[in-house]
Structure formats: structure tokens, C-alpha cells
């Protein structure tokens, strides 16, 4: 995830509570406002955990408090769509700006939908394709031993980045999976999505999903990675480079080449969720084009 206020530095700092919980019923109505299917059956809206997964926070230099929660969008209890909610600090209108972050996670194409008064949209091109854990054990016969299995194969992976200054940004994994689904549909046996972070704070920069899939009788691990960041990103496992995505024209601060990922300030309201005004995300204005809300 990312900051508008790109130049400041981040620092430790203790997560503001009163905050998260101001702006959590904010959040909850933004994320209501998309209706999200696969291509094969758009009539049929995956269905969006209205409780977060994750609440994260990323303070910055000068008391900047950017924070945020996970939602996620389930298709059969397995996900589908992942989606960040969150704010940082519009001191000059005592307000804060809205950022709606999104990555694909099923393997179908997703067709998204929002109000037709939205002024910024996210038109994925493509799933999310998975690759074979080729060298790992067969998965355990029970959710209990393949969540360690999972746990173990997630500790193989390493993950960094490089910021706009082209200075390496080393990650960390979280130990505890954002999501756990052990359901046994279209062939899933089990599967977790895990998050590497920044040194500091909690705001989840790329997320590595492992599955268990059973095809043709045979059971087999797999994984694939998503961007979260503005950051070029890099993941390797046991010293081989698995994923990377590098920014460039097609990668840019706004999506990835097939638009699996998509970013963009949407809105500044208050603390209370009274709109202020409306922004529109282009490549040329990627802080959001200005729109005053009529009544303020």
C-alpha cells in the first residue's frame, strides 16, 4: 500500500485506536458501494466480508497516521478479491483522504462495478495465475497439519522492494495468515493469504497466497503473488527470484500491466464521513483530480 505524502519518511509510532474506530463504519460503507462477479456467471456477486480481516496502520514523520483495514470478497469461502480501505491526514481541509486498493485473487477474470457517479473504476484484465510449490511435501491430511505446512512454506519465501529513490526496502512476513480458508471446493483442499510489510508499521506491501489443489486425484501445493505497493517488488524463495514487478510505464502508481491491481484516491471527508469533495485518479494526476462536494 502507499501514501500520498511519498517523500516522508516512516517512523515508529503507536497505532492510534480512536482513529481506527472512527473511521472503520466509513470504511465499511465505501467497500459496500462495489459489487464484484466472475466473467462466467456476472449476474452472481461474490460475496464481501463485511467484518475486516486486518487492520493495519503506517505512521509517518510529523504524526501522519495513514490507516486502514482488509475486506475481503469470498467466491464458494475461498477469495476472491482482496481490498484495502484506507486513510491519511488532509490537514488544509481538516479532513482525510479515502484510498481504495484492490488485487485479483481468483483464477477467472472479475467484472467490477460501482455507482455510475463514481469517478474512478477497476477494470481487472485477468485473473490471478498460480504457480507449483514443484519441491514441496504433498499436504497433510488434516487443516491442522497443513496449516503448519503452509506456515513452513511461507517462511521460505523473502520479499523487498525498491522506492522511488531506487533504495532496497526489505520486508517482512507476518507469521499469522491475513486469511485462512480449509474448505474443500473446485478442487481448493486449503489455502492462506500471507503479507509481507515494511520494517515498520503493519501495511501489508505484498501478499503471497498458498494453496493446496487437488487435480486428476492428485493433491499438490501452489502459490502466486500480488502487489500492494507502489514500490518495485521483488520475492524469491530459498535464494531464487519466484515474482517480481518492476516500475515502469506499464507498471505505474495506479495498476499493474493487466490491471490485477489497481489503486487510487477516491474521496475526502471527515473524521465523521461527511464528504468534502471527490477525486479522480489519471496517470497524469495521480493524486486525484479535485471535485468540491456542492454541500460541505
Known sequence: MLSLCL??????????????????PIYQKEVADYTIAVESDPMKPLD????????????????????GVVFLWLRDGRPAVVCSIFSEPRNEWKGRTLLHEFHALDREKLVVTRPKDALNQWKPEVGLARQELADAPPPAETPAARLLQMKKLAAEFTGHGLDTAEKRVDMRLLPTPLYRYPVAKNGVIDGAIFAFVATTGTDPEILLLI??????????????????????????????????????ETNTWLHDPRHTFRVYPDKIVTPEGKLIARLKATEQVWWGEFFPAEDK
Do not use: H
Open 7 to 24: 517523500l516522508l519518511a516512516p517512523v515508529a509510532a503507536q497505532p492510534d485506536e480512536g482513529l481506527a474506530k472512527k473511521m472503520l
Open 48 to 67: 464481501l466480508k463485511k467484518e475486516p480481516v486486518f487492520e493495519w496502520s503506517n505512521p509517518g514523520r510529523d504524526g501522519l497516521a495513514v490507516q
Open 211 to 248: 494453496e493446496a489443489r487437488e487435480e486428476k486425484g492428485k493433491a499438490r501445493w501452489e502459490f502466486a503473488c500480488g502487489r500492494f505497493s507502489d514500490k518495485s517488488l521483488s520475492v524469491r524463495r530459498k535464494d531464487k527470484e519466484v515474482w517480481s514487478l518492476a516500475r515502469g
